[in-house]
């Protein structure tokens, strides 16, 4: 893996995420304060330069987890509304099952539930037959990225369902859990991901639909 943002020095690095959390502590104005963004700016930054491959990426990246991040931790302090349940997908790698289950969850929900996605263990990147899986069905997660599993994000979190990542899912009380025992895509050929694809289409159409009945 290169160095922090390819190559960029110490100085350049830290200029970069001050701009960044300059940008987040203007938009979480009156609910955190500019000391706040900023160290959850640059702690996502530490998070993901441990496993993002494309360093190139990782401002945007940084930006985009700092602020899923913040959101998910004003949820938690009541401070921001949580208008439509939060679920949240948990695998070991980030990179294939959780991915799937976003993705499609998001089609399904439009928008009446919120979906996030995390790692025990995050992956430098996806798997490259997950991305072509959902592709062929006409969904675009070429933007997406491993991400890890942070307190932030499961405190905001409804309805939490864990594939395969074990003793590493915390558990919480009053929180909803599901355990579905799927296969690991990682590393399988494409009907093999195929096959995940359809058994998690299904499972996910159930839970969105069972939320969006009892919430409508």
Known sequence: MDGPFDGMDTRDV??????IAKRLSSRFTGVFGPETVER???????????????????????ENFATERLTALAQVEGTIDKP???VLFLCAYNAGRSQLATALADRYAQGRVHVRCAGSHPAGGLDHNVVEALDE???DISRAY???LTPDVLGASDVIVTMGCGDACPVLAG??????????????????????RDDIDARVKALIDGLTLTTS
Do not use: C, N
């Open 84 to 86: 439509v349940p939060e």
């Open 175 to 196: 929180k909803r859990y599901l355990d579905w025992d799927i296969p690991d895509p990682a590393g399988k050929d494409l009907p093999f991901v195929r096959s995940v």
């Open 40 to 62: 959850y700016v640059f702690e996502s930054y530490m998070y993901l330069h441990r496993t993002v491959r494309l360093q190139t990426h990782l401002p945007a990246l940084t």
């Open 146 to 148: 491993p991400k890890p």
């Open 14 to 19: 830290d200029y970069v995420l001050g701009q």
């Open 137 to 139: 069905w006409g969904i």
